[in-house]
């Protein structure tokens, strides 16, 4: 039970003590300006942008696509511990936010509303929040530190599994109309001479169990749920529930107590996506 519990922290970022869970997303350190950071590809989805800065001037972005008409919805967010909640204001990351037909907005930090993630009992605190209407476009993000802390940022509201890509926005090919040309009269060409197949390189069918095992520290924290096994590691030092609630799951097989507690929603494992390395070898 208290793996499950474990898992369930780490899978889920709580608004409010009945708000439902965000997709976790973290911020690299290539993550330079927003066209360089990763795209969340429907930004009416909700997710949980967290960044982590270690000295002033640093900077960290990423991008939201939305449609005419969606809701343009994000929050700032800290944990309400040390050393975070003995910052002032003006000691934390700036926010700045742009977007099509000339958008730009400054996130003003102006409240510190108090609400319980109830999985951890870790509080948090919202410092702004924004809500309006979308123009169809790409949103950018972009923070700027001014000194070492960690941030949270909640965007989307939209309760269901989301697509995040890194590199430029997919945009559709078009089909271009060819003229007809002559068809040249064919000449005579010498038969090539076979070339040996090269062989392909071997693909990884999977993981064993005992792989997964020997990464069992914070240092190389895997796990298996459903038959996939995941690395945890970068995770271990960014969600919300702090380091040990991530590092009790590393070496282990969750899959029984994770279907248990969510056998009533469909595909819950899909929330590890941007985790998993590959199958679990039998």
């Given at each position: 039970m208290k793996k499950l519990l474990a898992l369930v922290i780490a899978l889920t970022f709580l608004g409010t003590s009945s708000a439902p869970a965000h997709q976790p997303v973290d911020l690299l350190k290539s993550?330079?300006?927003?066209?360089?950071?990763?795209l969340l590809v429907d930004g009416t989805i909700s997710f949980a942008i967290r960044a982590s800065f270690t000295k002033a001037g640093e900077k960290k972005g990423f991008r939201a696509q939305l449609q005419e008409g969606d809701a343009l919805n994000f929050q700032y967010l800290i944990m309400d511990k040390k050393p975070e909640s003995a910052l002032k204001m003006t000691q934390l990351p700036t926010l700045v936010v742009t977007g099509p037909g000339g958008f730009k907005t400054t996130m003003k930090l102006n409240e510190r509303t108090k609400f319980l993630e109830t999985y951890s009992q870790t509080m948090y605190l919202y410092?702004?929040?924004?809500?309006?209407v979308a123009k169809s476009g790409v949103y950018s993000f972009?923070?700027?530190?001014?000194?070492?802390?960690?941030?949270?940022?909640?965007?989307?509201?939209?309760?269901i599994p989301g697509e995040v890509l890194r590199g430029p926005a997919p945009t559709p090919t078009q089909t271009q109309t060819?003229?007809?040309?002559?068809?040249?009269?064919?000449?005579?060409?010498?038969?090539?001479k076979p070339t040996p197949t090269p062989t392909p390189t071997p693909t990884i069918a999977g993981y064993t169990m005992a792989q997964v095992k020997?990464?069992?520290?914070?240092?190389s924290c895997w796990a298996v749920v459903d038959d996939y096994v995941y690395d945890l590691t970068k995770w271990i030092n960014s969600h919300p529930g702090g380091p040990g609630a991530i590092v009790s799951l590393c070496g282990t097989d969750a899959t029984a107590s994770f279907k248990s507690q969510h056998q009533n929603q469909a595909k819950p494992a899909v929330r590890l996506d941007s985790y998993k390395l590959g199958p679990l070898k039998k």
């Open positions: 993550d330079t300006t927003a066209a360089k950071g990763p410092l702004g929040r924004h809500s309006s972009l923070l700027t530190s001014r000194g070492k802390a960690s941030i949270t940022l909640g965007v989307g509201d939209k309760e060819q003229t007809p040309t002559p068809t040249p009269t064919p000449t005579p060409t010498p038969t090539p020997a990464n069992n520290s914070a240092k």
